[in-house]
């Protein structure tokens, strides 16, 4: 009782936060308890996620009630005939066919510490993207307080513009196999891979593939070659020559470039390997679910006997994650000291035959207890 008026208060404030309106789009919104979960408390966390998402988006979303989005897809079954809410393709496919913008879908589950949440958002612009994956410690109040998060997450931009870059001017451009009206206008586009091609009379057809992101809008850029010539470019003026010899690199920074480039090749191959082993332990906890409990019910084991395997492998994906970290930073301070060492010295090295000013000295201590090395300026 306790849990559903928080619920329902919390519903409230965060319907009352978004009193601007918007144009609507559909969304959908179900979150399904795994076999060890309440299912009265996954439908009170739907129901806080929906409000959080018409909040989040300043009413931009107009979103189905649970039961009516849940009877939509009882109807519905995969190719194997499996219900449909066991297979996120499924859940898809019946988005898509319903005219729904975006869908968020997934599982909660109890943990060792706490609950692990997984979410999956479904169109406008999300085809190819990763769950949401959190492992939340603390009791129910920091798993409701996570659905304000998963509503941030599921409203970020995930669109940015294209623009083009194709010469001759005038020739006629698509975007994905489909016609662009006005080439000299950036296109909104999903985040991604994108096919630009191009024709145009006296000129060989050509296509290049740019891949955008959302931080940074994309080019693409594309020169036809003429029937029988080269591709158009702009050519490249050579610099004036001089009599200005070219600035020596002392012997020194060449060694500790050398020595910290090596080093941070090392520790970047090293947390490489360690991010690919928590990876990989992500990927055997989720298989080990699917293997123990298939259709998130009817597990074969007890929960005594799941973690026993379970947290064992949990806890090695945060070691590697934790070494992978260290490693990653030991490689990006080497790479910024080698090329720190190297700005400095041509900076301030001198020009033509003059000896340079850098230097890469090793120091030994009188009593040999220990060795330094240090680069003199």
């Not at 950036?186 to 985040?191: I, L």
């Not at 490693?327 to 790479?335: R, T």
């Amino acid at each position: 009782m306790a849990l559903r008026m928080f619920a329902a208060l919390l519903l409230a404030v965060l319907s009352l936060s978004g009193l601007a309106g918007a144009t609507e789009r559909s969304a959908a919104v179900l979150l399904l308890p795994e076999s060890d979960m309440d299912r009265e408390l996954a439908d009170d966390l739907t129901e806080v996620l929906i409000s959080a998402v018409i909040a989040e988006s300043n009413r931009g979303f107009r979103v189905q009630g649970k039961e009516t989005f849940k009877t939509s897809l009882a109807e519905r079954t995969t190719k194997t005939g499996a219900s449909c809410v066991s297979e996120v393709a499924c859940v898809h496919t019946a988005a898509a066919e319903l005219g729904i913008n975006m869908v968020l879908f997934g599982k909660v589950g109890k943990a060792a510490n706490g609950y692990r949440l997984e979410v999956w958002r479904i169109g406008d612009g999300a085809e190819n993207e990763k769950p949401y994956r959190e492992m939340v410690e603390g009791d129910v109040g920091k798993l409701i307080e996570e659905m304000e998060k998963v509503a941030k997450w599921s409203l970020r931009p995930r669109a940015t513009t294209l623009a083009f870059a194709v010469t001759p001017a005038g020739s006629s451009v698509t975007l994905d196999g489909k016609p662009v009206a006005n080439p000299s206008k950036p296109a909104n586009v999903a985040a991604g891979k994108h096919l630009v091609a191009a024709t145009a009379p006296g000129f060989k057809a050509g296509e290049v593939t740019v891949e955008c992101t959302v931080e940074i809008p994309c080019t693409a850029t594309l020169a036809l070659a003429k029937e029988g010539g080269k591709p158009l470019v702009t050519p490249i003026t050579p610099p004036p020559k001089t009599d200005e010899q070219p600035r020596n690199i002392s012997t020194g920074t060449i060694v500790a470039t050398s020595v910290l480039g090596g080093v941070a090749l090392l520790a970047g191959g090293g947390s490489f390997y360690m991010y690919t082993r928590m990876k990989q332990a992500e990927t055997d906890a989720n298989d080990l679910i699917d293997w123990y409990c298939p259709n998130g019910s009817d597990c074969s084991v007890t929960q005594e006997e799941f973690f026993e395997e379970f947290d064992p492998i949990v806890e090695g994906g945060d070691r590697d994650a934790l070494i992978s970290t260290v490693l990653a930073g030991v490689a990006g301070a080497s790479a910024v000291a080698a090329v720190t060492i190297l700005v400095i010295d041509i900076a301030d090295g001198p020009n033509g035959t003059t000896a340079p000013k850098t230097a890469f000295q090793p120091h030994f201590s009188p009593d040999f207890t220990g060795a330094t090395f240090g680069v003199t300026f």
